[in-house]
């Protein structure tokens, strides 16, 4: 169960007012101090983000002047089976190509007919352990007004035991483009000051040392194998447990359809089965590398949009 401390969802009783663009940098006279963003994507959103040939990646580079960074195909955060953008250069640089990839991913969600709605996306930054009380503050004072500021969710998930070693935690933030900008400018005006951040800005993306058939103390979490396309691989992800229906589907025709396009194996743990200090529900894909991918991707679809509509 997460403490008090170490989670924060905004949840305004009153009507939201619309934001406000976000102020200027605290950092803005010091543009050029070096600092870094690290966010997790999936791996089809990694592919929108390099784009055909590096064209993509290289054009929001060129926009921004920041260096934008990605971990190698498979190598993914420890738990998850996303990627790693990494994002380094002076603050304002840092931000604008923050802003870049998020609208590009936001572009690419489907929406109905007839929708109006603005398409909305979780971003899960990736941030130092021991870094973040510079952005819980005392009794949570920090982040409760910059939710309060940016009218975005902010929720700082607990470090995952299962994995021995591991030192980042998640900082999940929710909202429209404009809101999620103001909370992310907020947050890193603290981290780029925090000694302990910058000291990680020239870690490696890898986090191969959990990415392998057993993890951490119990074998939570992803279970991977590198090995040739055709043979039988694992990955186990978690999904909120109140959307577990999105993916089951009426009478399972979700996860059946699912199944059957991507050619993967699909199970999900019972109720109550949680993946560690989560009230995420398991799933389990198995199969070959393709196969486990395209059936993350529609399952991920499935959820994502539904749930971000949530938030409103």
Known sequence: MESTESSYVSSPEQPRKKSPPPPASPLSDAVEKPTYIKLLVSNAAAGSVIGKGGATITDFQSQSGARIQLSKNYEFFPGTSDRIILISGGIDDALKALELIIAKLLSEIPTEDGDDAEPRMRVRLVVPNNACGSIIGKGGSIIKSFIEESHAGIKISPLDTDFLGLTDRLVAITGTLEEQMHAIDLILSKLTDDTHYLQNMH?????????????????????????????????????????????????????????????????????????????????????????IHAAEDMIMQKVSYASERETD
Do not use: C, W
């Open 203 to 291: 870690a490696p993306l890898s986090y191969a040392a959990y990415n392998s058939t057993n993890h951490g103390l119990n074998g939570a979490g992803v279970k991977f194998q590198h090995n040739k396309e055709d043979r039988t691989n694992s990955v186990t992800i978690g999904v909120a447990d109140e959307h577990i229906g999105l993916v089951v589907g009426r009478g399972g025709r979700n996860i059946m359809e699912i199944s059957q396009n991507s050619g993967a194996r699909i199970k999900i743990s019972d109720r109550g089965d949680f993946m560690s200090g989560t009230n995420d529900r398991k799933i389990t894909i198995t199969g070959s590398q393709r196969a």
